[in-house]
C-alpha cells in the first residue's frame, strides 16, 4: 500500500489533568475520504488543529503531505485546505471579492486570480451568485462559498469540520454530493469531522469512531458491521403468501443450516439471522417447497447501527451520542 498523506503516531493532547485525545494513531491515504465520526467534545477539532500545526501535541506527531505539521506548520498549510465549522467573509464584498482577496492572500498571481476565482466558483455552483454580497448569503451558500476558499489555492488534502451544520438536507445532499465528486474527480484527500453519522455514511470511503480522545475502531462500514455483529451480520425477512403452522416441517430443517443462527417465525413471515449473505439460497428453498414468495427484506447495518453495537460491547456510557443520530 502507498504511504499514508496523512499519518498520525501516538498523538496526544492534554490539558491539564484532561486528555483531550489520547494516544491517537491513524492513516489516511491519498485520494480517500475518511470520516472521523464523534459526539461533540470527543477531540475531533483538537486533532484537526495539531494537523494543521495550530496547536502543539503534548506527545506523537502528526505528518501531513510529508511534513511534521508541529515543525513545519506553514509547508502543510501551504498543501492544506482546511474549512472550519463556521466560515466567516467579509460582508461588504461580493463572493467573488471574497475569494480573490483569499487568493491573494496565498499567493496567486494577480493575472491569473479572477479566472482562478470565477472557475471555483463554477464548480462550487456560485457563478450566478458571484456578484452578490455574502452577508445576502444563506447558511448552504456560505459553506459552498468556504469550499471555494479552500480550493482556491488548489490543496492536496482538505479538512472540513462539520461542514453540513445548520444546512438543510436538500443543501446536505448536494454538498456532499459535491464533496465525492471533487474527491474522485481530482484525487483530493479528505478529512471529514462530523458527528452526523447519516451524512459520514453517504460520503466516507472509512471511517473512525471517536469518543473521549480515543480511535475505539476504523475501517470501512463492510468491515466494521463483520467485527462487531459477528455471527449476526446477516438479517433477512422473507414474506410467505399464506400463514406459517406452528409445527412446520420445514423449522427443523432451516435450523440445521449451518449459516443460520436464528430463526423467527411470526405469522406469514420469516426473520432469519445468518453468519453470511444467503437470502438467494433461502428464496431459492422455499419457492422449490412449493412456498409463493411475495416480499423479501435485508437488513443492512449502517453506521447508527455500528455506532450503538460499538458502545454496547465495550460498555461504554456517552448520552451525547444518541442526539448525533438523525
Not at 51 to 56: A, K, N, P, Q, S
Not at 168 to 185: H, N, Y
Not at 229 to 238: E, L, M, N, P, Q
Amino acid at each position: 500500500m502507498k504511504d499514508p498523506i496523512i499519518q498520525l503516531k501516538g498523538l496526544s493532547k492534554n490539558y491539564g489533568s484532561v486528555k483531550a485525545v489520547d494516544d491517537l494513531n491513524l492513516d489516511v491515504y491519498k485520494g480517500e475520504i475518511f470520516g472521523l465520526l464523534g459526539p461533540n467534545g470527543a477531540g475531533k477539532t483538537t486533532t484537526i488543529l495539531m494537523m494543521l500545526g495550530l496547536t502543539d501535541p503534548s506527545s506523537g506527531t502528526a505528518h501531513v503531505c510529508g511534513h511534521n505539521a508541529t515543525n513545519s506548520p506553514i509547508a502543510v498549510k501551504k498543501k492544506v485546505g482546511y474549512m472550519p465549522d463556521s466560515v466567516g467573509f467579509y460582508d461588504n464584498m461580493t463572493a467573488l471579492e471574497n475569494l480573490m482577496y483569499i487568493g491573494r492572500l496565498n499567493g496567486l498571481p494577480e493575472n491569473e486570480l479572477e479566472a482562478r476565482a470565477l472557475n471555483i466558483l463554477e464548480i462550487v455552483g456560485l457563478t450566478a451568485d458571484s456578484h452578490k454580497k455574502t452577508s445576502a448569503y444563506s447558511r448552504g451558500m456560505k459553506q459552498r462559498l468556504g469550499l471555494a476558499d479552500v480550493l482556491i489555492k488548489n490543496p492536496d488534502v482538505i479538512i472540513l469540520d462539520e461542514p453540513t451544520l445548520g444546512i438543510d438536507p436538500t443543501g446536505v445532499r448536494d454538498f456532499l454530493a459535491l464533496i465525492k465528486q471533487l474527491s474522485r474527480q481530482q484525487g483530493l484527500t479528505v478529512l471529514l469531522s462530523s458527528h452526523h453519522l447519516h451524512h459520514v455514511q453517504q460520503v466516507c470511503d472509512r471511517v473512525g469512531i471517536f469518543v473521549n480522545g480515543k480511535l475505539l475502531a476504523q475501517g470501512d462500514i463492510s468491515t466494521l458491521s463483520g467485527k462487531l455483529f459477528g455471527t449476526d451480520g446477516h438479517v433477512t425477512a422473507i414474506t410467505l403468501d399464506q400463514a406459517i403452522p406452528q409445527a412446520w416441517p420445514l423449522e427443523p430443517e432451516l435450523k440445521q443450516w449451518e449459516a443460520i443462527t436464528q430463526l423467527t417465525i411470526n405469522q406469514n413471515e420469516l426473520e432469519f439471522t445468518c453468519s453470511s449473505n444467503i437470502t438467494a439460497a433461502l428464496v431459492r428453498f422455499l419457492v422449490e417447497k412449493g412456498y409463493d414468495v411475495i416480499g423479501v427484506h435485508q437488513k443492512n447495518y449502517g453506521l447508527d447501527d455500528i455506532y450503538q453495537k460499538y458502545f454496547e460491547s465495550n460498555s461504554i456510557e456517552n448520552t451525547s451520542y444518541e442526539k448525533s443520530i438523525e
